[in-house]
């Protein structure tokens, strides 16, 4: 597992080659697909690794899907089993750009658009967001919220438990991000 992580993140650090990095390996990503009135689904992980150049805008993340977090014990145990199949699709990745992403502009809270490919179980789509970036005390802060579908990624949801869950998943990233 550590050795796909290492892998994935030589290929982004290759892929951005080697100006103005800033990276985290302790980012936070948090999933919620609950539906009210429902019993809570919803997660978190704080081992996401996220690399943006400040030289291009180019911004990548990495999830290693069994490291989410959950209350319930057995949900994480079917969310990694039955529905992520992470011993199939172990990790999850963002690869895109920020839009007239300008550094020399860090010193004040700016919000871009984000866009680039999703990876999720195995299934690539577009995404497009907002994403909110500050430097503050030598590091950059990033966040973003977007929504995904669990069928745009062919994620089974059995039938029995279906009303249970969200069909739009609310997704939130939150990193600070180094010099490297």
Not at 62 to 74: D, E, G, R, T, Y
Not at 82 to 108: C, V
Not at 116 to 121: C, E, K, P, R
Request: charged share 20%; with cysteine.
């Amino acid at each position: 597992m550590k050795n796909s992580f290492l892998v994935c993140l030589c290929l982004v650090l290759t892929q951005f080659g080697w100006s103005q990095k800033y990276l985290s390996r302790t980012a936070e990503l948090k999933f919620d697909a609950s539906v009210p009135n429902m019993v809570e689904i919803a997660a978190k992980n704080n081992a996401v690794s996220a690399i943006l150049d400040a030289s291009t805008g180019k911004f990548a993340v990495n999830v290693l899907i069994n490291q989410f977090s959950f209350k319930i014990p057995l949900m994480e145990e079917h969310f990694n089993e039955n529905y992520m199949e992470t011993s199939k699709f172990p990790n999850a990745k963002f690869s895109g750009q920020i839009a007239h992403f300008d550094a020399s502009k860090l010193a004040s809270k700016g919000t871009y658009e984000l866009e680039g490919d999703l990876t999720i179980h195995g299934e690539t789509k577009k995404v497009k967001t907002k994403m909110t970036v500050v430097m503050a005390g030598g590091k950059i802060n990033a966040n973003c919220n977007f929504v995904v579908r669990a069928q745009d990624y062919k994620i089974e949801i059995p039938s029995l438990v279906k009303e249970k869950f969200a069909e739009n998943i609310k997704i939130s990233f939150s990193g600070d991000l180094q010099n490297k």
